[in-house]
């Protein structure tokens, strides 16, 4: 029982940050309806400049307080997620206006091989660090219930925190404010949003900067905990199932989503898994998404989509 | 023009619509709609925008499925009519926002309309050779013959995407009428178009109508093509059927005359 | 003045439906099948072979299958190189595991297994379509990229994980030279082409090509979405499952799993965007392009980079291959989503009229 609720546990957490990442596909897909298949690649630039910069910037201005280098780090990296959306809307999002769902999705795939390869140009190729001081130690929680306790990883739990309060704020955001409500306006019908004064160009910068603010912290987590590597791009493939899960015009049905696959993907892993010879994580998360689209194609939480003639 | 009307055998009821309601998420586009369709004949329906006139079409062709009623189709029963089932039981159709395939040429286009007539399999197609090349060249020729008919002989290898409003309008009635079917739904074949082009649209109804004896079922605002050409006109308003009846008759339907000009009932 | 049409007038339908109907293009492509047949093995080295030719012809003949699904039926996949690989080991159990199997057949039913897999994973279509769709292929890229490495059955127990074929014969021919490599994989290509060719412009070509250009209507006129749908999944699968067992057997001689990687999906879907969907020709360029743009930028960037003083590392040179792909799948989807394949037609287009363009 214990471990079961370990492995349980493990897998909220692991699912937390694919809801993260899923978050950054949802909000995107909102306003654009765009699917954004850069995600991951916008999650490893992101924190490859977050790494980058906290390593330059004490050298350039000459102190060494590690926190006054992160909060600097984060600001420019913030900063240059910005320049990426606005360069991205008027580059690349201008042009499209009202084109297809699948030219759109092609052409993140685009964006995708062209922010890893001017990131790993700028930023280096090796594989960094991000020290934000998390605590690694884990932890043994609820001795008094199970005999032995439950080992829980701290950093595990306040990545999910973190995870958890940027979800509630981008939620508020959504539901609460003008910009939100002009969002959602956006994502319904382009022209007609455009047409009641709603700056078009404006509101996708914002939602591209929103979603590489997603992708920045979600960057930081995994990077801190893995290292910024290459390898952070392919957290998209990882997430997609969790959009399809969840809906892909769902906050909520992307945090839920995240929490099912996560903790579908370690209870496969550690009880069916060694049946069939181990690291079936990936598709079992696949197959699951992929199950439940034949059944429910717009997701739990999405809206069902009407044909009309 | 009357006097086609007047030499045509009508027939027996070919299609009958009965207590048709359909409704999208608690919205109802028709309510409790009946009518039929009698053989050889031109049955208009009309009515405002939004009266459910299209939603009308897309329930005989099996577009959309009524939550209540039934389409009875030469005595045989449908519940749930397919687009399968009405094409292969001889029902096509034209668009209202033309649905042509606008990656695909004219004459493509057209021999789209022929698919249901070819027998080759995929592996005679992959070699071409033989039976595949000479079914492809049998239909060309049916296919010509259409182009030849509505005159459209100097476009067939243009992309469709590239053709005026008028031209694609042609197409698509003869990507339908490539179906050779028994029954034709129009869906506002007019809008759009100029006096010249109606007439000659006007034309190519009646002479399909009058040559093929092929039974048409169509949408259309204008009012005084409507009046010309139709033998029978079914009026609907906000989903619910308000008239039926002759051209003279729908015309001094009070009731009618009220939905046109916005009088309060 | 030379490439003009002027006074070739058809007298039958079955002229006006020829593959090539101006006869200049068809000596064009004349002339271009001879040189790749006796031209090219005369004037090409063991390198180029290698690294350019032999590439691009099987990877053209993958790209021409993801162009009937993507192309011609608008069916979006990003699991081609899945279904390579189940082209691969289907045909590489098949020539291990059944005494005297041909070469030629054990591809053709790589092929023929490819085919069934996609039929397979091709279901979800008949609900879904766009991203969705990418999303039930990419399923397929993960679960055969975890089968073919954990399954100990397919890869005959081999400890190592990686299978290997060696002897190539086919007819009493032995393939072994480059040369003969290439000579078999062009003539598979050719024939392949000409089938796919007679294929796009018939029947089921045209049920594809609406269902892609507008589903709804496709129905109404009698074209079952199911069929037209699952047999583009099963043409398009069973070629690229030929390519898969091809770039196995023929090019790489003994793989892993690893060769048939998403990576490798991703480059094929961008053979076709770049070089033309909907459009055999297009493949080719694609193939061609892609193929030939690494090897390019690995002689031509650092050189360049000399000549300003900056020395730049085979590292710098893959990160700049992606910035170039990046854009150039984001130029063509904007400016010409019809890629070089349209590009090539108008310049068809302007020269029919030049030197007097009005």
Redesign the interface.
């Known amino acids: 029982m214990g471990f079961f609720l370990e492995t349980l546990i493990g897998g909220l957490m692991a699912g937390m940050l694919y809801s993260l990442v899923a978050l950054g596909f949802v909000l995107i897909y909102k306003a654009s309806g765009v699917?954004n298949f850069a995600q991951g690649a916008m999650v490893l630039f992101a924190a490859l400049a977050m790494a980058r910069f906290a390593e330059w910037i004490p050298g350039w201005l000459g102190f060494e307080n590690q926190v006054l280098a992160n909060i600097l780090a984060f600001a420019v990296a913030a900063a240059v997620m910005f320049v990426v959306a606005w360069l991205i809307e008027r580059?690349?999002l201008r042009?499209?206006v009202n084109q297809?769902?699948?030219?759109l999705?092609?052409?993140t795939?685009?964006?995708?091989?062209?922010?890893?390869?001017?990131g790993?140009?700028l930023f280096g190729?090796n594989i960094y660090s991000i020290d934000v001081g998390m605590p690694k130690d884990p932890v043994l929680v609820l001795e008094g219930m199970f005999p032995g306790g439950l080992l829980i990883n701290k950093e595990d739990f306040i990545a999910a925190l973190i995870a958890a309060a940027l979800v509630a704020a981008l939620s508020l955001f959504f539901q609460k404010t003008a910009t939100g409500r002009a969002l959602r306006a956006v994502a319904d019908d382009h022209q007609a949003a455009q047409s009641i004064g709603i700056p078009l160009a404006r509101i996708w910068v914002i939602v591209w900067f929103v979603a590489g603010i997603a992708a920045l912290v979600a960057g930081i987590i995994w990077g801190s905990k893995l290292g910024v590597q290459f390898s952070l791009a392919t957290v998209a493939?990882r997430a997609?199932?969790v959009v399809?899960l969840g809906g892909?015009t769902s906050v909520p049905g992307a945090i839920i989503g995240g929490l099912i696959i996560g903790v579908g993907e370690k209870l496969s892993e550690v009880y069916i898994g060694p049946l069939?010879?181990?690291?079936?994580e990936?598709?079992f998360a696949?197959?699951l998404?992929?199950v439940f689209?034949?059944f429910r194609?717009q997701g739990l939480f999405g809206e069902k989509i009407i044909?009309r003639? | 023009m009357a006097e086609t009307v007047s030499e045509r055998q009508i027939g027996d009821v070919v299609l009958d619509l009965r207590n048709i309601s359909l409704a999208f998420g608690g919205v109802n586009a028709l309510s409790d709609i009946s009518f039929d369709v009698r053989e050889h004949e031109i049955r208009a329906i009309i009515g405002p925008n939004g009266a459910g006139k299209s939603s009308m079409l897309n329930v005989i062709?099996g577009?959309y499925q009524p939550q209540q009623g039934e389409v009875v189709l030469r005595g045989q029963r449908f519940e749930k009519m397919s687009?399968?089932h009405?094409?292969?039981a001889g029902i096509?159709?034209t668009?209202q926002n033309i649905?042509?395939?606008?990656?695909?040429s004219v004459l493509?286009n057209i021999?789209?309309?022929?698919?249901?007539k070819?027998k080759?399999n995929?592996l005679q197609?992959?070699?071409?050779w033989g039976p595949?090349?000479r079914?492809?060249?049998a239909h060309?020729?049916k296919v010509?013959e259409i182009i030849d008919f509505l005159e459209i002989q100097h476009i067939r290898k243009t992309p469709v995407g590239r053709l005026p409003y008028g031209l694609q309008k042609r197409v698509d009635l003869g990507?339908?009428l490539a179906?050779e079917p028994s029954i034709l739904l129009l869906d506002e074949p007019m809008a759009g178009m100029n006096i010249e082009e109606k007439q000659d649209m006007s034309r190519f109804i009646l002479d399909v109508n009058d040559q093929l004896g092929t039974t048409i079922v169509l949408i259309e605002h204008d009012m005084g093509v409507v009046m010309d050409i139709s033998d029978r006109i079914v009026v609907l308003d906000y989903g619910k059927k308000i008239g039926d009846d002759t051209p003279d008759e729908v015309r001094a339907n009070p009731e009618v005359i009220a939905a046109y000009l916005g009088a309060s009932h | 003045m030379i490439y003009r049409e002027n006074g070739q007038f058809k007298t039958s339908?079955?002229a006006d439906?020829q593959i090539f109907p101006i006869r200049q293009d068809r000596y064009a492509i004349a002339a271009l099948l001879v040189f790749a047949f006796v031209g090219v093995p005369l004037l090409a080295d063991e390198y180029m072979f290698r690294a350019i030719l032999i590439p691009f012809l099987i990877l053209g003949l993958a790209a021409l299958g993801v162009n009937i699904l993507v192309g011609y039926c608008?069916q979006?996949t990003l699991g081609a190189g899945a279904f390579m690989a189940v082209g691969a080991y289907a045909a590489y159990n098949f020539l291990a595991r059944v005494d005297g199997m041909p070469l030629l057949g054990a591809l053709l039913l790589g092929g023929a297994t490819a085919a069934v897999a996609g039929i397979v994973f091709g279901?979800?279509s008949l609900?879904?379509r766009?991203?969705?769709l990418?999303?039930?292929t990419?399923?397929a890229q993960?679960?055969f990229?975890?089968a073919f490495?954990?399954?100990k059955w397919f890869t005959l127990d081999s400890s190592s994980g990686s299978v290997s074929v060696s002897n190539l014969e086919m007819f009493g021919w032995t393939i072994n030279s480059p040369v003969e490599k290439y000579l078999f994989c062009l003539g598979l290509l050719a024939v392949f082409a000409l089938?796919?060719k007679?294929?796009v412009r018939?029947?089921?070509g045209?049920?594809w090509?609406?269902i892609?250009?507008?589903d709804?209507?496709?129905?109404?006129?009698?074209?079952?979405p199911m069929y037209a749908k699952l047999?583009a999944f099963a043409?398009s699968s069973f070629i690229v499952g030929v390519a898969g067992a091809l770039w196995g057997f023929v090019h790489l001689g003994s793989w892993e799993p690893a060769a048939f990687s998403?990576d490798r999906s991703?480059q094929l879907?961008?053979m076709v965007?770049i070089g033309g969907m909907?459009s055999i020709m297009g493949s080719f360029f694609g193939a061609a392009f892609i193929v030939v743009l690494p090897i390019f930028l690995n002689q031509a960037l650092p050189w360049l980079g000399n000549l300003v003083g900056v020395s730049i590392s085979t590292?710098?040179v893959s990160?700049?291959?992606?910035?170039?792909?990046?854009?150039?799948?984001?130029f063509f989807?904007?400016v010409e989503?019809h890629g070089i394949a349209r590009l090539w037609s108008t310049a068809k287009e302007k020269l029919r009229l030049w030197p007097f363009p009005h």
């Open positions: 699917f580059l690349v042009h499209l297809e769902g699948a030219t999705l092609m052409v795939l685009g964006i995708a091989y062209l922010l890893e390869g001017i790993q140009s190729d493939l997609l199932p399809i892909l069939v010879g181990g690291g079936i990936i598709w696949y197959m998404a992929l689209l034949l194609p044909d003639v | 062709n577009v687009p399968g009405a094409a292969r096509a159709r668009f649905a042509l395939f606008k990656g695909m493509d021999m789209t309309g022929r698919n249901l070819m080759s995929i197609q992959a070699v071409w595949a090349q079914e492809e060249l060309r020729e010509e990507r339908a179906m | 339908y079955a439906q608008g979006i279901v979800p609900r879904v766009g991203l969705y990418a999303v039930a990419l399923a993960f679960f990229d975890w490495l954990r399954i089938l796919a007679n294929l018939g029947a089921i045209r049920q090509m609406a892609r250009d507008m709804v209507a496709a129905e109404v006129i009698g074209i079952r047999s043409v998403v991703f879907l961008f965007i909907g590292v710098g990160h700049s291959e992606f910035i170039i792909f990046g854009a150039l799948i984001v989807l904007i989503p």
